[in-house]
């Protein structure tokens, strides 16, 4: 199963960290492993590419433990940059709750508030 828990201070979404192999499939035919490596991935370009704004994060393969934070969108005085990539972090964290419904042997979603 694989985990995920949102990092969210005073409502704004800041990062998540991802744990475990779903278990859907077999290794590199596991369509579920993908759709979430694909868009951490994408959140992960996005923030640093087109927002150019820096993160955090580490990506463990042999554990199978991935963390991406952006601290900034707690501090910044940009209010586009916040919103945006707050929105991304939300957006992530509720896409992954209606996989849930379909998948939810597989699948773990929380929040963390802080």
Same mark, same amino acid.
């Given at each position: ?21 779903? $278990?859907?499939?077999?290794? $590199?035919?596991?369509? =579920? ?40 969108? =707690? ?11 707050? $929105? =991304?972090?939300? $957006?992530?964290?509720?896409? =992954? ?18």
């Amino acid at each position: 199963m694989t985990k995920i828990t949102f990092f969210r201070q005073n409502g704004t979404f800041w990062g998540f960290q991802e744990t475990g192999h779903t $278990g859907f499939g077999e290794e $590199g035919d596991d369509i =579920l492993c993908s759709a979430i490596s694909a868009m951490t991935m994408l959140i992960l370009n996005t923030i640093e590419v087109a927002y150019k704004t820096s993160t955090e994060y580490t990506i463990d393969d042999v554990n199978t433990d991935i963390r991406v934070t952006c601290k900034e969108v =707690l501090t910044t005085a940009d209010e586009k940059i916040r919103f945006a990539v707050a $929105g =991304l972090f939300e $957006g992530y964290y509720y896409q =992954l709750v209606d996989l849930t419904e379909e998948y939810y042997e597989f699948l773990d979603v929380d929040i963390l508030d802080a």
